[in-house]
Structures are given as C-alpha cells and as structure tokens.
C-alpha cells in the first residue's frame, strides 16, 4: 500500500503501533506549548549559518535532517549545530527516495549519513526522516526494525517553493503550530530565514517553546 501522502489518522496509528521511539509525527507531550522545528536538506553553506545565528538570538533549539553527501562536504556546521544543542538525524546519502530500496541497500545508505554524522559531531544519531516524506508500510517497517525513529511531521509550510517572504509569512499565520506539532522547514533558502526572523518572536509571545528533538 502506498502511502506517499501520509495523513493524520495513518500516523497516528503508526507512532501509537510503533511507539515513538520509532515512529513520530507529533510530540507526546504538548501540555507546556512545545513544537519541534525541523530543517531538511542541509547542511547548506550559506542558509545553514544563519537559520544558527538567529535559532542563537532567539535562545531556541531545532533539530536538521542531514543529507550524508553534504554533511561530508560541510562537517564544521554539523559540529556547530551539535555544539550549539541542536538535534541532528539522517536524511539519506543523496537524498534518494526510500520507497522500493532493497533493504540491505536502504540500510547501507542509511549508515553512511549516520557515520558522516558522527564522524562530523561525535552525536550517534537514530533519528531519520525519509526525503520527501515519502513513505510506505515496507519501507516503514525497514526502518524502524533497524533501530531508527522515523520522524515525519504534524504541520508544514511549503517553504520548498522559495516563492517570496510575504506569502511564506501568510501560510505561517494562516495556520500557526499548535503545541506538539512537528514542523517541516528547510535550511536551504532565503525566505525561510527571514520570514522566521519575523515569527519566531511573535510564536514566543503564543507562549510556544522550541525544544531539539533528542537522539
Ligand atoms: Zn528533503
């Protein structure tokens, strides 16, 4: 069964059948306003400093899901953002798509990033979030028989489309994270920084806290 669209009701099933050491969309516990921030894609040589620098001006804690390639190319900003107390996870070699991947050869690939990971910060990370999200019950089931926790996400922005700051903000307070959400960013584009700048502060006064998502 293909689940490339992964919804609600399916996830909830899954991290409750899973448990959420292996399987989480949404953070157990949402009783004192804490959303997981997630960044995708990176290490990025120019975006990824700065979603640091202003995650360091606004005292909060993120976790990024790390392509292996570029992790080996920029290992100093993994060190930084493990330094800095950020979560770090897996997000495939090349950002390859996990769906239909041998299970040997997914494992493979899987342990790369992770090795680059440590090799960079000295974190043993399990954590692992499938490139585009997408997902099937093999797939699932791989992973999270391996020892990894699957992490996906309650609530996303599209800020993939890099399609300007103003429409980015819009989308951010058309639907705000609640507590226990898990939101999808990326660390790759202008628009993300900036538009965080403005709703970072505005998301603290909500009473929101920021919490990494541990190894
Ligand atoms: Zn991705």
Redesign the pocket.
């Known amino acids: 069964m293909m689940i490339s669209s992964l919804r609600d009701a399916g996830k909830v099933l899954l991290q409750r059948f899973y448990s959420p050491r292996h399987f989480l969309w949404r953070l157990s516990s949402v009783e004192v306003g804490r959303v997981a921030l997630t960044f995708?894609?990176g290490p990025d040589p120019t975006f990824t400093p700065q979603v640091l620098d202003l995650l360091a001006e606004q005292g909060i804690k993120a976790t990024f899901f790390l392509i292996g390639e570029k992790v080996a190319q920029h290992p100093e900003l993994v060190r930084r953002m493990a330094a800095e107390g950020h979560g770090i996870g897996g997000?495939t070699w090349t950002?390859r798509e996990i769906v239909g991947v041998p299970r040997e050869t997914l494992l493979e690939d899987m342990g790369r990033c992770r090795q680059a990971m440590f090799e960079a910060s000295g974190v043993d990370s399990v954590l692992f979030r499938p490139?585009?999200g997408r997902v099937d019950l093999p797939s699932i089931h791989r992973v999270c028989r391996a020892g990894y926790c699957l992490v996906h996400w309650s609530r996303t922005y599209s800020d993939y489309k890099c399609d300007g700051v103003e429409p980015l903000l819009s989308r951010f307070r058309s639907a705000p994270p609640k507590a226990g959400d898990i939101v999808l960013l990326h660390d790759h584009n202008a628009d993300t920084v900036a538009a965080l700048a403005r709703m970072i502060p505005e998301w603290h006064r909500q009473g929101l806290v920021f919490p990494s998502l541990s190894t």
């Open positions: 995708d894609d997000h950002h490139p585009r």
